[in-house]
């Protein structure tokens, strides 16, 4: 952000063309809400009130507004109060970047609060400033930001004794917040601030992740957390490296993310490891996991449309929108395991089948942890603090029959269909979903595993490349009361018409 200027006032209309070549910063497109004073104050070293003194032309700043959208005004400002960097009485240049539509109309005469960096020019000092940024017209209201609650403020903190407060809120942000207020915070972290100068500073968050270093001395600073196990900084500003004066205070709410596990493995009734080794269209067999509180009542969101983002209590049996419950899935591996990455401290319970479209084709009763149907006998699994819960053994409570569907896909004279897509849909489904899928091998044969008592259509599905025709071939419902086969799937030409 210190790019010399190496030009004389007069020349506006060559200044405003080095912004683009020197690729000096400009104000964001759309400005946010600016940073809290306090902060605003720490992180610069220019810090006054200023009267515009003189302005460029107008034809010159015309010719600026045609630099892309990129815009900069550089106007010369007596100080007349100082509360960093500056002598009252000094006249400095005060160099804006903006857009187009967040330009400071500055006129002679006008006051401002200006926190800015400074580029040194053959001894004079030109304030590079952002238009998005703490610049506040005094006297004027409607701004983002009322620099006279500012200047009293300031006035203060020049007259407090010096040290610099670096304080926040350690945030532990996985997956979820299922707590009635929101963000929890993390107890027990050190937040570490380590200098350039050779300083640190330390502090240990409180119950509800707030931490506070108090009398840190200007300079370079970058700042780390020592997490407990399982827990990892999860902040994209972990290296950043920020740089404070004297006085004021940063604000930092680093984000702490859970690497523990809930991990384990499926069985049927006979103890062996549930797994079909079926190719599925859709995700398969899914393991839930719910947030719930201590009782093993499942947190979801309030209905009502604008009411705060939290967690209430909501019984099991509540027949609404269940996208609403905090939960996410995982699928089962090989040998029935499954593993779930990533789950911040709370209760949780888990469950297999509890969502009947997405069970896909296997017909599994909803089963709560450690394998029971009724959930006020489910086991409430409780995740502490940097701790994974693994080894879990699930029963389910079903018997799966698989039963196979075997056949072949011919054209109209015989001959057997390479590559066919075949299809095998579910009743139970909504809409006959799809739910496996398999390519014919080079004798026009296919596979599908069903289960005993469920009925499916199978539908063949061929598109010919040299000709550019479609073919299909669709079964009439099939219950399964054993194997099913072998088919013989003749695929006739597809309707142009039919969707």
């Known amino acids: 952000m210190h790019h010399p200027l190496r030009l004389g006032f007069g020349f506006f209309l060559l200044a405003a063309l080095l912004v683009a070549v020197l690729n000096l910063p400009v104000a964001a497109s759309d400005c946010q809400e600016p940073p809290p004073v306090e902060e605003t104050f720490a992180v610069h070293p220019m810090v006054f009130v200023g009267r515009v003194v003189a302005v460029p032309p107008k034809s010159i700043e015309e010719m600026r507004q045609a630099l892309g959208g990129l815009c900069q005004d550089v106007v010369e400002v007596s100080v007349e109060e100082s509360f960093r960097g500056l002598a009252v009485g000094e006249r400095v240049r005060l160099v804006c970047n903006y857009q187009r539509d967040h330009r400071p109309q500055f006129a002679r005469g006008d006051r401002y609060l200006v926190y800015g960096q400074v580029d040194e020019d053959d001894g004079r000092r030109s304030i590079l400033v952002f238009s998005c940024d703490r ?15 500012d200047l009293a403020y300031l006035r203060k903190a020049v007259e407090a004794p010096p040290g610099v407060t670096f304080s926040g809120r350690v945030i532990d942000r996985t997956r979820w917040y299922p707590t009635a207020d929101g963000p929890v915070g993390l107890p027990k972290v050190t937040v570490e601030v380590v200098g350039e100068n050779g300083l640190t500073y330390e502090a240990v968050s409180g119950e509800n992740g707030a931490y506070n270093i108090t009398g840190m001395k200007p300079g370079t600073y970058k700042y780390r957390l020592k997490t407990p196990p399982d827990m990892v900084f999860g902040d994209d500003e972990r290296e950043a490296v920020f740089t404070v004066y004297d006085r004021g205070g940063v604000v930092r709410d680093p984000v702490v993310l859970s690497t523990s596990r809930v991990a384990g493995r499926v069985v049927d009734a006979t103890g062996n490891p ?36 939290r967690w209430v209590k909501r019984p099991l049996n509540f027949q609404g929108d269940e996208t609403e419950t905090p939960r996410f899935s995982a699928s089962l591996a090989g040998k029935g395991s499954f593993e779930f990455k990533n789950v911040r401290a709370g209760n949780y319970l888990l469950e297999i089948g509890g969502d009947p479209v997405r069970v896909e084709s296997i017909p599994l009763t909803k089963t709560y942890y450690p394998g029971v149907t009724d959930p006020a006998k489910a086991k409430i699994i409780r995740v502490k603090p940097g701790a994974s819960v693994e080894n879990l053994v699930f029963e389910i409570v079903d018997t799966l029959v698989r ?55 199978i539908f063949v599905f061929h598109q010919n490349f040299e000709t550019g025709k479609y073919f299909k071939a669709v079964t009439g419902t099939i219950t399964c009361n054993g194997d099913v086969g072998p088919l013989i799937l003749k695929l006739v030409p597809r309707d142009d018409n039919q969707p």
């Open 403 to 457: 039963r196979e569907f075997t056949g072949s896909v011919v054209w109209p004279d015989g001959k057997p269909v390479t590559g066919a897509e075949v299809t095998l849909n579910q009743e139970k489904a909504i809409g006959w979903s799809r739910t496996q899928e398999v390519r014919t091998d080079e004798n026009g044969r296919f596979r599908l595993i069903g289960f005993e008592g469920q009925t499916y259509i």
């Open 135 to 149: 610049l506040g017209r005094l006297g004027v209201s409607g701004q983002a930001f009322q620099p006279e609650d």
């Open 274 to 309: 549930l797994s079909l080794g079926i190719k599925y269209w859709g995700p398969g067999v899914r393991a839930n996991l719910i947030a719930c509180d201590e009782s093993g009542q499942p947190l979801v969101r309030p209905e009502t449309p604008g009411s705060p983002r």
